[in-house]
């Protein structure tokens, strides 16, 4: 094969992409702190899933139009830092691909030092031992191949090149060494090369294009005029032990058995020498009851109203949905109210947690997308954002430093409005930079405020160890409690309130005059304004106060200022 055709370029990237999607979880784990937050994985598959969504709505096969439509998708859906690296990639390697209007072995050489030269320029500080590595490594080899005639060889070398960067990342980057990983990114990157090398050489891989539906809204409705009977045929879940009083047969068993279903479903029926287990759903759990005693003593009786379980559950739901439902009208309504007010200066957040999400709007925030730690938001996530705000200036808080990427990229992509990101890489200094805004003042001022504001709050990061590892001399077990500031680890043990005390001691100064504690979701109020009067003898003479912030994976964040 003289070169690539677009056929064989789709199936190649579908392969990758599916690849990718079958290790991310594994990919996630390569995380240089032993923190449940892990998405490096998740991110690239996403980006690649965005790329893979783009190419079933283009029509046109030609090499361009698919080439194109990779770009696009994979630069929109980008997700984290290691998304939109990927995605800065394929958008050099599109470019190059474009212009030439081949996908041979000189061309590939080519794109390939296109896709890496804009990779590294879309990163402000490139660090070796990185995705960028493995990427630069691959494309060396590249071109030192761009004479070759043999595609498969050209690969098999490219790959293999990337796969001995790969390894030595550990080298370059001394806290992977210490966690004893690898690149999360570049790991990602590879596990795409060799799935896209698979399709080309012909062996089995998944070519199956995921299904994506649309979001979809609709009105929030359930009718609880029925709800004693529901779809529950049989309302009681009836168990107890047979304590059996003469030998239990198999004629006996077959009866039982026989008898059970008549009256029930659901039947689980285990026999041994002295006892005989049953569990069953029915109607007539005493006439149940009374045909056991035939065969001897009753234990642990259990009967359960499932109806009622039913009814309390499906209330409890309609709870939660109307909750849901309330929260998606009041978004809607200030999402039209932004359509049609206008404003000179707009903000958009990223957050995750209930309370977070309404404090930032209390502080001004127009538009608050969900995510974090957890799930960040895509460079399509902040676009839509934009368009939805009619505002002179738009200022963004991604609030993470995983997400700064994908909102400085939709800003690039943004023409027809004035969009500065401010690099906040906490939720913390996002909230100190909406509290110092001071809106009479010039847009410049006020972008100028926001960026020193945010170097005046430290942010401390309270979770658990996913795994056993050491970092910087420090020894942390799976399950430890961990207080995390700057990348930098103040504190481990195995007492949530001890760490967290531990760890502001560390962080306060003299000049600290105030101490946040915004609790999460796992967390209960008792129990962190129990935390903030054991902290206030650590905290110097700075306030102390607690907030509901109800943020996943992270007990508390906590800010000092």
């Known amino acids: 094969m003289a070169s690539i055709d677009a056929v064989m370029l789709i ?3 579908v392969s990758g992409a599916n690849a990718l999607d079958a290790k991310k979880e594994w990919i996630n784990e390569l995380n240089v702190f032993p ?5 490096t994985g998740t991110n690239m598959t996403m980006t690649m899933m965005s790329a893979v969504r783009s190419l079933q709505e283009t029509e046109d096969r030609s090499l361009q139009s698919v080439m194109r439509a990779i770009a696009s998708g994979a630069l929109r859906g980008a997700r984290g830092n290691s998304g939109v690296i990927l995605s800065q990639l394929l958008r050099g390697f599109s470019k190059s691909v474009q ?24 990163v402000m500080s490139p660090k070796e031992g990185t995705i960028l590595s493995v990427a630069k490594a691959m494309e060396d080899k590249a071109r030192e191949l761009k004479d070759c005639d043999d595609i498969a060889d050209f690969l098999e070398e490219v790959i293999r090149a990337g796969d001995e960067a790969l390894a030595y990342t550990p080298e370059q980057l001394s806290v992977l060494k210490q966690a004893g990983v690898v690149d999360s990114g570049g790991q ?9 090398q698979d399709a080309f050489l012909g062996r089995e891989v998944d070519l199956s294009m995921p299904e994506f539906e649309g979001p979809k809204k609709e009105n929030i409705h359930i ?3 029925n709800l004693e009977t529901s779809d529950i ?7 107890f032990i047979i304590l059996l009083e003469r030998p239990f047969t198999d004629t006996d068993e077959k009866e039982m058995k026989h008898f059970l279903t008549g009256l029930g479903d659901s039947l689980v029926l285990v026999a041994d020498d002295d006892l005989v287990k049953i569990h069953v759903h029915t109607n007539e759990p005493g006439s149940v009851l009374q045909k056991a005693l035939g065969y001897g003593q009753l234990s642990r009786i259990k009967i359960d109203n499932m109806r009622e379980e039913h009814r309390e559950r499906l209330f409890k739901d309609t709870e939660k949905l109307a909750l849901e439902q309330k929260k998606a009208d009041e978004e809607e309504a200030r999402e ?12 958009i957040s990223v957050c995750g947690g209930d309370g977070l999400t309404e404090l930032f709007h209390e502080l001004g925030t127009d538009i608050v997308i969900s995510g974090g730690q957890t799930m960040n938001p895509s460079t ?19 609030n993470n430093s995983n997400i700064v990427m994908a909102a400085n990229q939709a800003a690039d992509l943004t023409t027809d409005k004035d969009v500065k990101v401010i690099p906040t890489k906490t939720v913390c200094e996002g909230i100190t930079c909406l509290v110092n805004y001071v809106p009479q003042e010039d847009v410049k001022t006020v972008e100028e405020t926001l960026r020193e504001s945010r170097q005046t709050v430290s942010t401390i990061e309270v979770t658990y160890a996913i795994r056993d590892t050491v970092i910087d001399g420090v020894e942390i077990h799976k399950d430890d409690y961990m207080a995390l500031c700057e990348k930098m680890v103040l504190s481990v043990g195995t007492d949530l309130n001890g760490v967290v005390k531990e760890a502001v001691k560390k962080a306060v100064t003299d000049d600290s005059s105030l101490v946040t504690l915004y609790y999460g979701k796992d967390v209960k109020k008792k129990d962190a304004e129990k935390l903030q009067e054991s902290i206030v003898d650590v905290a110097q003479d700075a306030e102390v106060e607690v907030v509901f912030g109800g943020q996943p994976v992270y007990y508390y964040l906590v800010s000092v200022e």
């Open 99 to 122: 212009e030439e209007g081949a996908l041979d072995i000189p061309v590939m050489a080519k794109a390939c030092e296109r896709a890496v030269e804009t990779a590294y320029k879309a």
């Open 336 to 347: 039209e109210l932004l359509a049609t007010e206008h404003k000179e200066v707009s903000f």
């Open 233 to 239: 045929r049989f309302g009681y879940c009836t168990e």
């Open 35 to 39: 923190v449940p937050d892990g998405d």
């Open 380 to 398: 399509e996530d902040f676009l839509t954002a934009i368009q939805k705000i009619n505002a002179d200036h738009i200022f963004i808080l991604p």
């Open 11 to 13: 199936n190649m990237f």
């Open 188 to 196: 990602g990157l590879m596990v795409i090369m060799h799935g896209m």
């Open 223 to 225: 009718d609880t005029e």
